[in-house]
C-alpha cells in the first residue's frame, strides 16, 4: 500500500483528495489546523484504506518534517504529497497590507517549499514519488482584485517546474492541479468579503463557458490521476480543471 501526506485536508479540495486517495487504496495522512475537523477525516480514512489526522499549521517551522516524519513512521515509506493548504485575501496591489501578504505566502507557498524539501528525501528513500501542488487558474491569469493569492499560486507553478526537474533522477515527479473558482470554504469567505456578495458569485460563475463554480469532488479526480501510475510519464506541468476560464 502506498502512502500519501494530504495538506489542508479538513475541508474543501484538501478534503475531498485525502478521501478519493482513499478510495483509491492509498493509506493517507491528513494533515490540517482543526483538530475536530481532522477527526472527522479521519474516522471516514478509517472506513476505506486507512489513514490518521496530524494537526499542523504549514506557517509554522517544523511543521513540515513533523508531518512527514508521522507519515514515514506510520507506514515505513512517503509516496505522495498535496499541497492543498492555503488562504486567502482581496486587495490590488495597492491595497495590499504587508502583514496580510507575508502570512498568506507562508502558508501558500513557503509551506510548500519546506513540504517539499522534507519530503524529497523520504520519497528517495521510498523509490520514488509524486508532488502534487494545488495552484489555481490565478496562477496562470490575473484574476482581479487578488494580487498576493495570484502570485503564490503561479509561485507554486515554478515550484512544481522545479522539482520536476531536479528530481527526475531521483523518481520524483511533481504536477501542479489548478483548479477554477471551486465552492470550498475559503471561496464562500472570499465571496462573502466581496462588496456585493451576490455580484461577485455570479460574477465568478459567468466568467467561465461551464457557466458554474466547480466541486472539490471534481478537483480530487484530478490529482488521484496525477498521482498514479498510469501518469507516470507526467511532470512539470499543469492540470487545469477550470470549466473553460483561461480558455477564453
Known amino acids: 500500500m502506498k502512502t500519501a501526506l494530504v495538506t489542508g485536508a479538513t475541508s474543501g479540495i484538501g478534503r475531498a483528495a485525502a478521501l478519493a486517495l482513499g478510495d483509491a487504496g492509498w493509506w493517507v495522512l491528513a494533515g490540517g489546523r482543526d483538530p475536530e475537523r481532522g477527526a472527522e477525516v479521519a474516522a471516514e480514512l478509517a472506513e476505506r484504506a486507512g489513514g490518521e489526522f496530524a494537526a499542523a499549521d504549514l506557517a509554522d517551522d517544523g ?122 470554504p475559503l471561496v464562500e469567505r472570499a465571496i462573502a468579503s466581496a462588496p456585493d456578495p451576490e455580484a461577485h458569485e455570479r460574477w465568478l460563475a459567468s466568467s467561465r463557458p461551464a457557466g458554474r463554480l466547480g466541486a472539490p469532488e471534481e478537483i480530487a479526480a484530478a490529482i488521484v490521476f496525477a498521482a498514479g501510475d498510469q501518469a507516470s510519464f507526467l511532470t512539470g506541468s499543469e492540470i487545469v480543471v477550470d470549466g473553460g476560464y483561461t480558455a477564453v
Not at 513533523?66 to 493548504?85: F, K, N
Open 63 to 184: 511543521a513540515a518534517e513533523r508531518l512527514v516524519d508521522r507519515a514515514v513512521a506510520a507506514t515505513g515509506r512517503l509516496d505522495l504529497v498535496v499541497y492543498s493548504a492555503g488562504t486567502h485575501f482581496l486587495a490590488t496591489a495597492e491595497g495590499t497590507d504587508p502583514g496580510d501578504y507575508d502570512r498568506l505566502m507562508a502558508v501558500n507557498l513557503r509551506g510548500a517549499v519546506l513540504l517539499a524539501r522534507a519530503a524529497v528525501p523520504a520519497m528517495r528513500a521510498s523509490g520514488g514519488g509524486v508532488i502534487v501542488n494545488v495552484s489555481s487558474e490565478a496562477g496562470l491569469v490575473a484574476v482581479p482584485g487578488q494580487v498576493a493569492y495570484n502570485l503564490s499560486k503561479a509561485g507554486l507553478l515554478m515550484l512544481t517546474r522545479s522539482i520536476a526537474v531536479d528530481h527526475a533522477g531521483d523518481g520524483i515527479r511533481a504536477v501542479s492541479v489548478c483548479p477554477g473558482t471551486t465552492r470550498t
